[in-house]
Nanobody, 117 residues
Framework: QVQLVESGGGFVEPGGSLRLSCTAS????????MGWYFQAPGKERELVAS???????TYADSVKGRFTISRDNAKTTVILQMNSLAPEDAGVYYC???????????WGQGTQVTVSS
């Protein structure tokens, strides 16, 4: 089993920044994708950004140039730096880890981001 622990959500004014962190523990598959998904009220969960154990990142078009995802050398923690936040970025952000073999995936509990003036 894999456990994902998130931190860093909160309240910010438009144009502000937040930093989300997610740390994985347990039986982490060696080849994996680890990243963040976003769910706005009443909408489906969608990918924000992801990093791959073998290198590389991917971003949703809506966050390119504003958000940056990074991973520590141990590859157990991912950071999502969110800049220039807008009201449409408000919602719940979920950490996700997906194994390349078998496609098993795990989710964090979610962290709320509120963007409002």
């Amino acid at each position: 089993q894999v456990q994902l622990v998130e931190s860093g959500g909160g309240f910010v004014e438009p144009g502000g920044s937040l930093r989300l962190s997610c740390t994985a523990s347990g039986s982490i598959p060696s080849r994996n994708a680890m990243g963040w998904y976003f769910q706005a009220p009443g909408k489906e969960r969608e990918l924000v950004a992801s990093t791959f154990s073998h290198g590389g990142t991917t971003y949703a078009d809506s966050v390119k140039g504003r958000f940056t995802i990074s991973r520590d050398n141990a590859k157990t923690t991912v950071i999502l730096q969110m800049n220039s936040l807008a009201p449409e970025d408000a919602g719940v952000y979920y950490c996700n880890l997906r194994a390349f073999v078998g496609l098993t995936e795990w989710w964090g509990q979610g962290t709320q981001v509120t963007v409002s003036s």
